[in-house]
């Protein structure tokens, strides 16, 4: 088992620099091996552990061990060899001879990520068979630990092993914190493909782990079983100034899918869209339930005539007395089959004569045909007039009716229309077109989240399609 990290770091707010200053008396102990030599570096903390010097027994160069005492292996980061260091002697674990690899993250360069300073003292890329490669840095700090940097270009993740095994809540989620983690990625088996820097556990190229992943927005929970040890680590994805804020590089280029655990950048205003909606649009039903409606009817008879003469009737007076005030008159004729009425609508003022118009017909037919039998047309319809001026009105109200024979135009039967006059009106269409002016945009910021989410899934083992 590889040793665990500090366990209790220092604690003292003045903490002084734990990093020490590589100046000074740098031989304090000397220890020589069969190929190397390991020299202390001081501290300006006693609390703070020392680091350690040795010169690489393959290639020669000078070697700082950050986590002395903890580190068991370290990779040259001149010559690429693996060395152990669990012993005063150095030996050579594993040697390589080839170029090292340019990091993005040199070796031994500090950043402070979450208010901490951390060095960077390991690197390792790794990949599932060659395929889906990613980068792991091991992060140090004297006084707080281990922690994990991750990417594979889309994004940097920070994370930090647990000391504990997450609950499981469901057959495959787990709870970690109270915060559950849905199943990402199935169980698959992931190697090590190059490996550079100082290591709390033996780590060496072609090392493979199990490893499987659960998310949820921001955050991922990690399992790895290698053949030593089950480990589970907790990783937070850092916002893109983050990392840059922290070691002066550049952003994550971004780019293809959203990461697993990247938060949707449209849920949060697609919730306040969604809620500025419903309660725009919930005051304009009790906008519409206070004000709408109709009141004080009015109705008359009116017997069509069968030669096709219009006929006339007269309803009111009717008296509005706001200042604009709708009105409503519906006309309806139950008897009437393949028939229409031609209805004329004429609202009068009786005191400036102002007069208002609107015409209407109600019609209905129906028949038999290939399909079967059909209707269409409606036996009531009704006209609104918007805006009227107070004042008494009467109106006048002009009826034809027509029917269809089969083969021509006739005049309608012996048929009856009921018309009827209100007061006020509601302006159904009205009131849909508000809302959809107000539902419009909650709807497109909700369209984009739900694309988002989708195409996040779809990278997931769990996505249900046959792709993967």
Not at 155 to 177: H, I, M, R, Y
Not at 308 to 314: H, I, P, T
């Amino acid at each position: 088992m590889p040793p665990e990290p500090p366990e209790d770091p220092p604690s003292s707010d003045d903490r002084p620099n734990p990093w020490g200053e590589a100046s000074g008396e740098e031989l304090v102990e000397a220890v020589t091996g069969a190929t190397s030599e390991r020299t202390v570096l001081p501290s300006e903390s006693d609390s703070a552990p020392a680091a350690e010097q040795f010169n690489c027994p393959n290639c020669g160069g000078s070697i700082e061990i950050k986590a002395a005492g903890y580190s068991v292996s370290i990779v040259c980061q001149y010559c690429g060899s693996t060395l152990d260091i669990t012993n005063p002697d150095v030996s050579i674990i594993q040697r390589y001879e080839g170029e090292v690899r340019k990091l993005e993250l040199p070796l031994g360069s500090r950043g402070e990520l979450r208010g901490v300073e951390w060095e960077v003292i390991g690197y390792q890329r790794r990949s599932e068979n060659g395929s889906y490669p990613w980068d792991e840095y091991l992060l140090f700090n004297p006084y707080e630990g281990y922690r994990y940097l991750d990417t594979d270009g889309r994004g940097w993740s920070f994370g930090q092993q647990l000391t504990a095994s997450p609950e499981k809540k469901s057959l495959l989620g787990f709870e970690v914190d109270g915060e559950f983690y849905e199943p990402f990625y199935a169980q698959t088996r992931a190697q090590v493909d190059y490996v550079l820097g100082e290591f709390y556990w033996r780590v060496e190229v072609g090392e493979e782990a199990l490893t499987a992943d659960f998310v949820r927005p921001g955050k991922m929970l990690s399992w790895e079983r290698s053949a030593k040890e089950t480990v589970w680590t907790l990783t937070e994805l850092l916002e893109p100034n983050e990392i840059t804020d922290a070691f002066g590089i550049e952003p994550p280029r971004g780019g293809g899918l959203p990461l697993p655990h990247q938060p949707s950048p449209y849920r949060k205003k697609a919730g306040q869209f969604m809620k500025l909606a419903l309660a725009v649009g919930a005051a304009l039903l009790i906008i519409t339930a206070l004000f709408g409606g109709t009141s004080d009817p009015q109705t008359t008879r009116i017997n069509l005539a069968t030669n096709g003469v219009e006929q006339m009737a007269k309803i009111g007076p009717i008296t509005l007395e706001r200042p604009r005030q709708a009105v409503t008159v519906s006309a309806q004729a139950p008897g009437i089959e393949n028939s229409w009425v031609d209805l004329t609508y004429t609202l009068t003022n009786n005191d400036t004569g102002e007069i208002f118009e609107a015409n209407n017909v109600v019609e209905r037919y129906s028949g038999r045909d290939a399909e079967g039998n059909w209707s269409e047309g409606s036996s009531y319809t009704t006209s609104k007039f918007s805006m009227i001026p107070a004042g008494t009105y009467e109106l006048n109200v002009y009826a034809a009716g027509s029917r269809w024979t089969g083969s021509q135009y006739g005049s309608s039967s012996n048929a009856q229309v009921e018309v009827t006059i209100e007061k006020g009106a509601t302006f159904y269409s009205n009131l849909f077109l508000a809302l959809l002016v107000v539902f419009i945009p909650a709807l497109w910021q909700w369209w984009k989240h739900l694309s988002f989410e989708s195409r996040r899934r779809s990278d997931s083992d769990f996505a249900g399609d046959d792709d993967d």
